[in-house]
């Protein structure tokens, strides 16, 4: 695995700032497919850098993004809660913020801007659908047991982006009900999309700390190793298709 070099990159959008986390392979010597690891509700953890810091080491420039500003994480759920609500009751600020993020990895040296990927956990993996959905420029999506409610309408054919999402099949905040609408609004637009169902797994499977959580704020989240292995394993194998 390579060395890795991470730095704090900081993007003025307004008058929001987001102190996001960038890992790339030390000594890079030519651009590398990009990665954008948005993170769960709770904020930029040290469980998305950690992700981040693993895609670096496979040889991938990821930018785990501070997605909330000022770097701010939640000691509860009920204020990351309120932290998400607000940008999804205001999905034009958040669409802009999307793409400004995804430019911004564009731009970088490390990067090769005709091979990105947008990927997420829980709210990451709801707004890494979303840029899908927004039809943006990006090679290929991946959701973690995100919410999979549609936050724009698409038509046939405007989705880009291959996408992947992998769904804990017990997760009690995402009904089955979502699933079958999110697999019929795929299907009547023509996305190119794999959904992969982990048996027993729940909301939060691939982050260690997702039962402690749980427990501690009475959410139903839990992880699963047998799942986040899976996942993470199945996520490779859609870079290596998507970036060959």
Not at 35 to 44: M, R, S
Not at 111 to 131: N, Q, R, V
Not at 134 to 152: C, E, I, K, Q, Y
């Amino acid at each position: 695995m390579s060395k890795v070099h991470t730095e704090l990159l900081t993007m003025h959008l307004g008058d929001h700032i987001s102190k996001s986390y960038l890992a790339y392979p030390a000594g890079q010597e030519s651009p590398q497919p990009g990665v954008l690891v948005i993170p769960e509700f709770w904020g930029l953890t040290e469980h998305t850098k950690g992700r981040a810091h693993q895609l670096a080491e496979l040889g991938y420039c990821a930018l785990a993004l501070d997605v909330y500003g000022e770097g701010w994480v939640g000691s509860s759920a009920e204020e990351a809660a309120a932290r998400m609500n607000a940008l999804y009751s205001d999905m034009d600020t958040t669409s802009e913020r999307m793409k400004a993020y995804l430019e911004a990895l564009k731009d970088l040296k490390q990067a090769d801007a005709t091979k990105t990927a947008s990927i997420g956990y829980c709210l990451g993996g709801a707004l890494s659908l979303h840029l899908a959905r927004m039809g943006a420029d990006v090679t290929g999506v991946a959701s973690f047991h995100g919410n999979l409610d549609p936050r724009t309408i698409i038509k046939p054919g405007s989705v880009k982006a291959k996408v992947l999402v992998c769904h804990g099949e017990a997760d009690s905040m995402i009904p089955d009900e979502k699933v079958q609408n999110f697999k019929k609004e795929m299907d009547v637009a023509g996305v190119d999309y794999k959904f992969i169902s982990y048996p027993k797994a729940q909301h939060g499977f691939t982050n260690p700390q997702a039962t402690e959580n749980g427990l501690k704020f009475n959410i139903p989240t839990a992880y699963n190793k047998e799942a986040d292995v899976a996942s993470w394993n199945e996520l490779l194998r859609f870079f290596k298709e998507i970036f060959s």
